[in-house]
């Protein structure tokens, strides 16, 4: 006979689940939610990495294996960070647990599977570089390395790949949408992508894309795979729900299709990423997915003040696509958004300039102000003035304005125009056309050294048989149209009117090479058509160089000379700031057609993640936010526009008040060479600057606030 005798815990029953007052009621309820879909609405500032955090560890703490849970995030630093915290709360090796990126994560599926799909052991992993590198070869392979029509370029093809990979989109669909000029070359675009994918298959190698893909065609295609993946993972947690793409999101439902236990923790009113191919659906009908889910809202703040919420809450009602929400703020009042009018952008930077050493002076330092904007070339004359008045910045958004190859480019052309001895200038620009590189221009510069013997020489020179034979025959075009631009640029009246030569330059065939070289182009090129507009308040070009030069060498002495200053305030655009936070925070050009932009007020759609966006600019801010918009542009042919607010300032209510407006009263300042440019080693009087008074409401009182 034998006797059972059952053994007991040392230590009792098992403790329930303690968070220890940490979290507030609705996190503790998605953290205590039991099995099954779960939809976590997480607004902005609300603790959501936290919430996760601690889920994890209660999930931990009821004894789930750490190698039966997956956790998947968008960078390496939020998989470190959150699996930090974890490690601190569940106090266990985290390095059990699947966590990491979308890419990370399918990378260690592939190193096991991989062989099914027909790679060998040991696969390579292509990075940037090295798919332009392929694709370059697939180019050449399929002879279109060379041709009278310009063909896209490697970068190019590769993000048309990429964009039709992660919205599993066929890719002639993409490039009718995204690159409709090349229409006429889709077949050899195909053919083209078609060797692409040859190649690294042959290199026995993947890009970043193909992990994704490569990871959802086994869980489709191979049920022993996906069989075993959904019964491994017990539970599937998402992190930034909201900008998972169609890929990413079949992904996920496929691994959760065993268990079911999917949660997603996302913010649908923080979904400004679809240009990179987010697919707001994945969130938004989530629940449609899962008819089960239970969903759960975090809405108590711990960033901004009840007053920045107010505002940000105002304008967000106004999208029809949403899950209402309304977000609630712990902190004490603090004073109203600032809704500033500035007569111009000259006057719209010199207020910014100001307000920020006012900041400064008051407490905030500087690493907790920024300037947010909706596109990159909306901080040019900032940067301008905040170099003007050594204050130092760092630009998250891209490279410092006149850092960029695009402004670069453009410059180059004007200053071979006024000064044909610039070999720097020359070369850069040659490189630019079909047919031409290195060696090229190398040899079209020696014959002109040797044409002048040490002289400046005339632009016409590049015409002379000595100096255009030098031009391989496949090149030959591609010079001459060079030289037909650069010799229309360097003659009255057009030499003088720098905003002109701009314009040209666009329309002599930088746009299109613009158009075939970058998947972002309209972008660029609408740096550039800001660039001539700026251009234009110069009475001659020789005047616009000078003072570009002088206030690009300002620029970089800000953060160049000697150590990095330690306090930097930021520029960035909305885009690049999401996740970030700071005490004080300036929007500007807050002007219909700009944010909004023209482009994405052509459909509804566009139009919300626009506004989605305004709501993510005005929640990045703690203490402080206010609100620019300049009421004319710059000369367009001599004529001022004047500029319309933007519908996302005009919709916001009057009664209570959403913010507070703002008047600009400027005080002369010293005579300037161009728009708002003082002459050189002039020092600006303390109160050459504009005077600042807080008037009325969020009413408007009508008549304008500023004069013209």
Known sequence: MTRRYQLKSATGAPRPFDSGGKL???????????????????????????????????????????ESLLLLTFTNKAAREMLGRVE?????????IWGGTFHHVAHRVLREHAGLLGYEKGYSILDREDGRDVMSAAIADCGLAVGARRFPKADVLIDLVSMAVNTQTPLS?????????????????LRVARRYAERKHGMNAMDFDDLLLNWKVLLVEHETVRRLLAERFRHVLVDEYQDTNRLQGDVVDLLASHHRNLCVVGDDAQSIYSFRGAHFANILEFEKRYPDA????????????????????????????????????????????????????EQQAAFVAQRVLELRDEGIPLPEIAVLYRAHHHSMEIQFELARRGIPFVVRSGVRFFEAAHIKDVLAHVRFAHNPGDELALKRVLKLFPGMGSMTADAVWNALAARRRGGAGSVDELASPDVASQVPPKAREGYRRATELLRAISRPPTRDLPGESIDRILEGGYE????????????????????ADYARGYEDGETFLSEIALLTELTAETVAEGEEPDEKMVLSSVHQSKGLEWRAIFVVWLADG???SAQALRDPEGEEEERRLFYVACTRAKDELTLCHPLVTAPRDRERVVLKASRFLEELPGEPAVYERWQLDDVAGPPALGPGIPPAGTALPAMAMPRLFASGSGEDEGGEDVPF
């Open 294 to 345: 239970r969903r759960f809202h975090l809405t108590v703040n711990y960033r901004s003040t009840p007053q920045i919420l107010d505002l940000a809450n105002a304008s967000i009602e106004n999208n029809f696509k949403q899950f209402k929400k309304e977000l609630r703020s712990v902190r004490p009042n603090g004073s109203l958004p600032g809704l500033v009018p500035c007569r111009d952008v």
């Open 512 to 531: 299109e090479y613009l158009r075939s070289a970058f998947l972002n182009s309209d972008a660029r090129v609408e740096d550039i058509r800001q660039l």
């Open 24 to 66: 507030n009621d609705e996190q503790l309820a998605v953290v205590e939610a039991p099995d099954g879909p779960l939809l976590v609405i997480a607004g902005a500032g609300s603790g959501k990495t936290r919430t996760l955090t601690w889920r994890v560890a209660r999930l931990l703490h009821a004894h789930l294996e750490p």
């Open 594 to 596: 700009r944010f909004p």
């Open 88 to 96: 601190e709360v569940a106090r266990i090796d985290t390095r059990r």
């Open 173 to 189: 669909d993409v490039l009718i949408d995204r690159r409709p000029q090349f229409a006429p070359l889709l077949e050899d675009v």
